[in-house]
């Protein structure tokens, strides 16, 4: 696994950029998605993938501690799917 500190060394090293101006740019980058996944809007990336927010109906569930039945909310969640160079890339 690479951390962010790690990435952002990576980052750094291949744009020739100072570790604060790769730092900064990441930060952007990732802020960027959050905000727009934030207002509901996709993010999407030509070949490498797209950031999109489902949405999980409310549903029952079971307390595993005591077995009683539970309602669980309906709640908005975050979602990546991998587009073909990266699957590729991966495979």
């Known amino acids: 696994m690479t ?24 930060d ?12 509901g809007s996709d993010v999407a990336f030509s070949g490498f993938g797209k950031f999109s927010v489902t949405e999980r109906s409310a549903r029952k569930g079971i307390n595993p501690a005591t077995k009683e039945p539970i309602d669980i909310p309906a709640k908005k969640l975050p979602k990546f799917t991998a587009g ?6 991966v495979a």
């Open 28 to 39: 952007a980058v990732l802020e960027t998605i959050t905000e727009s996944l934030s207002r």
């Open 84 to 89: 073909a160079a990266l699957k590729k890339s």
């Open 3 to 26: 951390t962010k500190a790690e990435f952002v060394d990576i980052v750094a090293d291949k744009a020739g950029l100072g570790k604060k101006d790769a730092q900064a740019a990441v």
